[in-house]
């Protein structure tokens, strides 16, 4: 037994990257302990504050508690590794930077995780700015939050480290002009982003066409893009400072929709019935329930087609939604069809006409023969 402690104990004094390897072992023993003691606090402490919380009448102080958890459990890790570098002996300025780093690290996390479990009272303060863009200010002011904050966190660990940020910008010289220019259209389409919520050109959830070229249904309102999501299903994103110096058109702003018609019946349509059919028209237009009576109604025997006579009829929907103007414009058809047959007549379908003014001498005698 002398024998084994003997060996241990020179065992345990052997050199391991100028550390005794029974530092080693103790550093490894007091980093698994705060494990330990981070597991037995999330199980019991955490817990036990949880159930008290959950039981007073505000919310704040649950979510103040769900915003901490994470960093406070992250404290463990850190206090452990702090703790086996002091019993190591290998503090110096580099392992101070670490565990200050890590120290600013777990605060920026603290708040960055508060914004995010906040987020429902920043919600409430966007509707301040009017409950139609609540959704979208909100969402814009909390990833603005969430890049400050981490901008900042970066900031501050730089400066742990003794990086002054603002000199080594100004020491960059090209390659800081390389980098302002860079950014140029970052911040571009930053202010691109302002100036559409400001303006309320378009929120979550409207049909737009930008520029004429990208239409869909706006599915995000970021800092520096919008996500429009086209109907073949193809998720698009446009930079916010393109759409500010585009024209937008927001299809979910009207509330009626048109409904332009050229019908053409046949030539063989009696002068009368052509008149009944377009004033049977007009009023079944101004009687149906789904066009709007404040906007014009217009049916009129319009030309004499190549093949047809046409009548141009112009109305307005009392809807703006898609699936419920198509339904009504179907419906319309629909009547238009019964006039027409009603009256004796029928729609005409391209068709040509050829009279043949003499038959030719050869074509004579062929059919002779």
């Known amino acids: 037994m ?51 919380v959950s039981k007073t009448k505000t919310t704040i102080d649950d979510k103040f508690l769900a915003s901490i958890e994470a960093p406070f459990r992250f404290l463990f890790i850190v206090f452990g ?44 303060f966007a509707e301040r700015f009017g409950k139609e863009l609540s959704h979208e200010i ?21 400066q742990e ?16 002009l390389a980098v302002a220019l860079a950014a140029k259209d970052t911040i571009a389409n930053l202010f ?9 050109v378009y929120k979550i959830g409207d049909w737009v066409k930008i520029d004429g070229k990208v239409e869909g249904i706006v599915e995000d309102l970021g800092i520096r893009t919008t996500k429009i999501r086209s109907f073949d299903k193809s998720l698009i994103t446009v930079p916010n400072s393109y759409i500010a110096n585009s024209s937008v058109e927001n299809f979910s702003r009207r509330n009626i929709r048109r409904i332009k018609l050229t019908i053409g019946v046949v030539y063989s349509t009696p002068k009368n019935a052509m008149q009944r059919i377009v004033e049977e028209i007009r009023q079944m237009l101004k009687n149906h329930p789904g066009i709007d009576k ?23 929907a009392n809807t703006s939604n898609w699936g419920e103007w198509l339904a009504i414009k179907e419906d319309v058809m629909f009547k238009i ?24 001498e050869e074509i004579k005698i062929n059919k002779k023969e």
């Open 2 to 52: 002398q024998e084994f402690l003997e060996k241990l104990e020179a065992f345990l004094q052997q050199i391991l990257i100028g550390v005794p390897l029974y530092k080693w072992a103790l550093a490894l023993f007091v980093f698994f302990l705060f494990l330990f003691l981070r597991k037995i606090f999330t199980v019991f402490v955490i817990k036990t504050i949880r159930v008290f």
């Open 81 to 124: 590794i702090w703790f086996a570098i002091d019993i190591l002996g290998v503090k110096n300025e580099i392992t101070k930077h670490i565990i200050r780093s890590l120290f600013i690290f777990d605060v920026f996390w603290f708040f960055y995780n508060g914004v995010v479990v906040f987020q429902s009272e920043i919600f409430k």
């Open 138 to 158: 909100s969402s814009f002011l909390l990833k603005s939050l969430k890049v400050f904050i981490a901008i900042l966190g970066i900031v501050a660990i730089l």
């Open 161 to 176: 480290w003794g990086i002054n940020v603002s000199a080594l910008i100004a020491s960059l010289g090209i390659g800081g």
């Open 192 to 200: 691109g982003g302002v100036s559409i919520l400001l303006d309320k």
């Open 294 to 316: 404040n906007q014009i109604i217009m049916v009129h025997f319009d030309e004499f087609g190549d093949s047809s006579l046409n009548i141009f009829v112009y109305c307005y």
């Open 337 to 360: 069809m019964e006039i027409v047959e009603k009256n004796g007549s029928s729609f005409a379908f391209p068709s040509r006409s050829i009279y043949i003014e003499q038959i030719p």
